[in-house]
């Protein structure tokens, strides 16, 4: 057996640093400080991150985008859900030059509505056991492609992945038929 031509990709390692470098800009470029936490309209903001998301489907090269997003609390006003804000960064990475780009987008916390909670089903307990980066560098199976597939349509239909990224990204959310 011969050795690989290039040696795995730690995607732990690769996601760790994308999240990494997306909390570090939220800290310092996103005014999260703003109002009176005894307000009641105050929001409490933290930034989120999407799984990978690649830049071409088919997939021709390994290049992938994660996005940033705003999610806020008040317990005084909304206990069941959060608060829906803006997609604020898409943060690019590929595996052609490990090296991560950062592009800011919308930094203004407003909310854009709210985001309901609901326990999850056995099966979509199951399907977040996949390893998103790791399924889409693998090698491609139809099992592959049903985890993929079962994996992104519940992250989308719970709210984890902004609109922003399903319209960017339009041929691959197509390939995995989930609805809106």
Not at 26 to 39: I, L, M, Q
Not at 84 to 96: E, M
Not at 132 to 161: F, H, M, W
């Amino acid at each position: 057996m011969s050795p690989p031509d290039h040696p795995p990709l730690d995607t732990v390692a690769i996601v760790a640093s994308v999240k990494a470098s997306a909390e570090k800009t939220w800290k310092e470029s996103v005014d999260t400080k703003r109002g009176n936490p005894a307000d009641a309209g105050f929001i409490s903001w933290d930034t989120r991150l999407s799984d990978p998301l690649p830049m071409t489907w088919p997939l021709v090269e390994p290049t992938f985008a994660f996005y940033a997003y705003a999610r806020g609390m008040n317990p005084m006003r909304l206990r069941d859900g959060e608060f829906v804000g803006p997609t604020w960064a898409r943060i690019t990475w590929s595996a052609q030059g490990p090296k991560l780009e950062l592009t800011r987008m919308d930094t203004r916390l407003t909310s854009h509505g709210v985001q309901g909670v609901r326990p999850l089903r056995k099966e979509e307990l199951e399907a977040l056991k996949v390893k998103p980066l790791e399924a889409l560098l693998g090698p491609r199976t139809k099992a592959t492609d049903q985890q993929l597939k079962s994996y992104y349509c519940l992250q989308r239909s719970v709210g984890n992945i902004p609109p922003e990224a399903v319209t960017a990204h339009a041929a691959f959310f197509e390939w995995l038929g989930c609805g809106p």
